[in-house]
């Protein structure tokens, strides 16, 4: 009973608290002389977008222009938690992480603005066994990197954070570096130097019109005049669907409800001689740090509990929002206060000063969308932030690098715009969206399957005969057969860090197809049709064989489709296997 008064207590010193967030006052640059040319627009003045445009100028393209529709930071960062890490659970995305904490570390010294950056370093807690797999799994992917990141013992981790309740931690993944930063301050450090480097920022600058012109270049249209860009670069956020809309792309991106609390000072805070750790307490899906001397602490819901604004999707952002919240809820989030109180007991007799419940915008797989899109010339985007802050300053050197050399500096595949097309249609992107919002702090297993949303309107002629004949994997929006079952087989999708129960039948799958013959799905694949007088010539350059003297179109295609067909399914079946000690024998048996 007493746990549940103190719970009622926390919850009813949040009634009534902040809706809005205090924020300085808007200021505009229009006084500056109005640039009729650019080299490079950027449509947005979040993080993200004014990060590039640092970048942009102080690599040298000093012809950019940086358009916000009101204030910089109005959108998703104003209000965002603010956290940074070196951490993340795939490969390419670390050096993003990477870049933007190397660069904040040096942003206040270089631009003389202020940018209120901790890096207190930050603990993940594993408090059950599959939490320990998962740690040492990705301890694994890290040693490559040059970040340090270290699997700890319970007092090491009560060492970062003594006012755990030790009970249930059995371990802890520690990233010496990581913290939290000030993104107001962030961004306008960011557009200082910007500024310092030759680039124009204009606001208020809503645009009004994108208009494609016969030499590839754009004309974008404002209330205070046209400037003609030879790029444009959509960064607007939560507006980015709007943005896209005007040259007739649909963004799959949609604003998610994300809330966080800040309480006042606690006394048993305020007495540590130095600032706690960041604890991301998993099994109760939230985030924790210091802030002065209380505590903010941000939890993610379960998929069927968070809040969509699907009303964004189909009507629009509300003209005029910028730097408005919406109405908070703790009801919803009960369930992550009462486990986080017991994580931190201090909690439980916490004051609320402020609940924080305002959007950030998610794609249906939570990679942002990053690159030149398809189907127009010189249109790029960095749009899909769910983590806008730690994101910006190594996604604005990425695409800074990317537009000035002509390629990427490195491979960000995952974050492509182009994998999305029209099978991504409203109902897919809200139920993907709701996953991966929901899906936050889950186990994260290798070759990992998520089946909201599924099957799309992407379905090959054998999809319904095969369906339920083996288990299932998604392509590109398409239903693809991973691997078959047959009588005996352990069915089912059952994710492990240890061999899966698919590890013995793709290795079957494998043997029959170079001792006998074997069929494959191929539908997700890319299609060509080549054509011409020296369609022959191309080919033969292109491909390792050789193409049929006799170029009928049913054999040629025949033939080649066989042994395409032949060696992508062995390869793809060996790299699923995870032992690549025989497959050096396997493909010298295959050239004999």
């Known amino acids: 009973m007493s746990r549940l008064l103190k719970l009622v207590g926390f919850l009813a010193a949040g009634r009534g608290a902040a809706r809005r967030i205090p924020v300085r006052e808007a200021s505009s640059s229009l006084g500056k002389r109005w640039k009729d040319t650019a080299d490079t627009v950027i449509i947005g003045g979040g993080c993200v977008g004014?990060?590039?445009?640092?970048?942009?100028?102080?690599?040298g393209l000093k012809d950019v222009v940086l358009l916000e529709k009101s204030e910089l930071t109005a959108g998703s960062t104003w209000h965002a938690a603010g956290l940074t890490t070196y951490y993340h659970p795939g490969i390419n995305l670390k050096k993003v992480h990477y870049d933007s904490i190397k660069l904040y570390e040096t942003l206040e010294e270089e631009t003389g603005q202020a940018i209120g950056f901790h890096q207190p370093g930050s603990v993940r807690?594993?408090?059950?066994?599959?939490?320990?797999?998962?740690?040492k799994y990705q301890m694994t992917r890290a040693h490559w990197h040059v970040t340090p990141q270290y699997f700890i013992t319970p007092e090491k981790v009560q060492e970062l954070f003594p006012l755990l309740n030790m009970d249930?931690?059995?371990?802890?993944?520690?990233?010496?570096?990581?913290?939290?930063?000030?993104?107001?301050?962030?961004?306008?450090?960011?557009?200082a130097g910007a500024r310092m480097y030759g680039a124009q920022i204009y606001n208020p600058a809503p645009v009004r019109a994108l208009t494609p012109r016969s030499d590839g270049k754009w004309d974008v249209q404002t209330p205070h005049g046209t400037i003609q860009a030879n790029r444009i670069v959509n960064t607007a956020g939560f507006w980015a669907r709007e943005v896209g809309q005007m040259i007739g792309f649909d963004h799959p991106t949609i604003p998610v409800h994300h809330q966080y609390v800040v309480t006042a000072t606690v006394p048993e805070v305020k007495?540590?001689?130095?600032?706690?750790?960041?604890?991301?307490?998993?099994?109760?899906?939230?985030?924790?740090?210091?802030?002065?001397?209380?505590?903010?602490?941000?939890?993610?819901?379960?998929?069927?509990?968070?809040?969509?604004?699907?009303?964004?999707v189909r009507d629009g952002v509300p003209p005029g929002f910028g730097k408005e919240l919406?109405?908070?809820?703790?009801d919803r989030i009960m369930e992550h206060i009462e486990m986080a109180m017991e994580m931190v007991p201090v909690l439980k007799k916490a004051n609320i000063i402020n609940v924080v419940s305002?959007?950030?915008?998610y794609t249906?797989?939570?990679?942002?969308?990053?690159?030149?899109h398809q189907g127009v010339r010189n249109y790029w985007t960095a749009i899909g932030f769910g983590y806008g802050v730690i994101h910006a300053g190594g996604i604005g050197k990425f695409l800074s690098d990317w537009i000035r050399n002509g390629e990427p500096p490195y491979d960000l595949i995952e974050c492509d715009p182009n994998r999305y097309g029209k099978w991504t249609d409203v109902p897919f992107m809200c139920a993907k969206a709701r996953e991966s919002y929901g899906f936050n702090n889950v186990v994260g297993y290798p070759k990992e399957e998520r089946f909201a949303g599924r099957p799309t309107s992407r379905r090959s002629g054998v999809y319904d005969l095969l369906k339920d004949k083996g288990s299932m994997g998604f392509h590109a929006g398409w239903e693809q057969p991973h691997w078959f079952y047959k009588p005996g087989d352990d069915i089912g999708y059952k994710p492990s860090f240890c061999r899966t129960?698919?590890?013995?039948?793709?290795?079957?799958?494998?043997?029959?197809v170079m001792e006998k013959v074997g069929v494959i799905d191929l539908t997700p694949f890319g299609k060509f049709i080549v054509k011409g007088k020296d369609s022959l010539k191309l080919l033969d350059r292109l491909f390792a064989n050789t193409m049929p003297k006799l170029l009928c179109t049913f054999s040629a295609c025949m033939k080649l489709r066989s042994f395409m067909v032949h060696m992508i399914y062995v390869i793809h079946k060996c790299f699923l296997l995870s032992s690549f000690v025989e497959m050096p024998n396997r493909f010298s048996r295959m050239y004999q």
């Open 168 to 191: 249930k931690v059995l371990a802890g993944l520690y990233t010496p570096g990581d913290g939290h930063i000030d993104p107001y301050s962030l961004t306008m450090a960011l557009a």
């Open 501 to 512: 129960n698919w590890f013995g039948p793709v290795g079957r799958e494998c043997k029959l």
């Open 326 to 330: 919406f109405e908070s809820d703790l």
């Open 125 to 135: 807690i594993a408090s059950t066994a599959a939490r320990v797999d998962e740690m």
């Open 364 to 372: 249906p797989d939570l990679l942002p969308m990053v690159g030149p």
């Open 271 to 312: 007495a540590l001689k130095k600032e706690l750790a960041v604890i991301r307490d998993l099994e109760g899906s939230y985030y924790l740090r210091q802030e002065r001397d209380g505590l903010l602490f941000g939890p993610y819901e379960k998929m069927e509990k968070m809040v969509l604004q699907d009303s964004w």
């Open 50 to 59: 004014v990060s590039l445009a640092y970048h942009l100028a102080k690599s």
């Open 358 to 361: 305002g959007p950030i915008t």
